[in-house]
């Protein structure tokens, strides 16, 4: 995935990237997720978005992040959802937030709520 630039991904499709195994996916730089659109990020697996590193969780909008479903929100870990930008949290839709976890909650600093 590196080799790739983060325009070449931006311009892969949904089906392109939903073949992506989790090493892949891991291997993306944040630059490039940074670029993924919408619907791209609501094609991929529960698998792929546990893939993801906290860089790559840091780099994703607000827009991105509200392509998520709640199944690919139950899907992330703590660490993942600690390294969420605030303006990510603070534009989480009424069924994301329902789809956080106990632990999930706990993990967001203060800062974030």
């Known amino acids: 995935m590196r080799a790739l630039s983060a325009a070449q991904f931006a311009a892969l499709s949904a089906d392109d990237v ?31 978005i546990a893939a993801f590193t906290t860089a790559q969780m840091s780099a994703l909008g607000a827009a991105q992040f509200k392509a998520l479903s709640a199944g690919q929100i139950e899907a992330l870990s703590t660490a993942q959802i600690a390294a969420l930008n605030t303006s990510v949290i603070t534009n989480l839709t009424d069924d994301q937030i329902e789809a956080l976890s106990t632990k999930q909650v706990e993990a967001l600093s203060s800062a974030q709520v």
């Not at 993306?28 to 609501?42: P, V, W, Y």
Request: negative net charge.
């Open 18 to 48: 939903a073949t992506f195994s989790a090493p892949e996916i891991a291997a993306i730089t944040d630059k490039a997720m940074s670029r993924l659109g919408a619907e791209t990020i609501a094609a991929l697996t529960r698998d792929q």
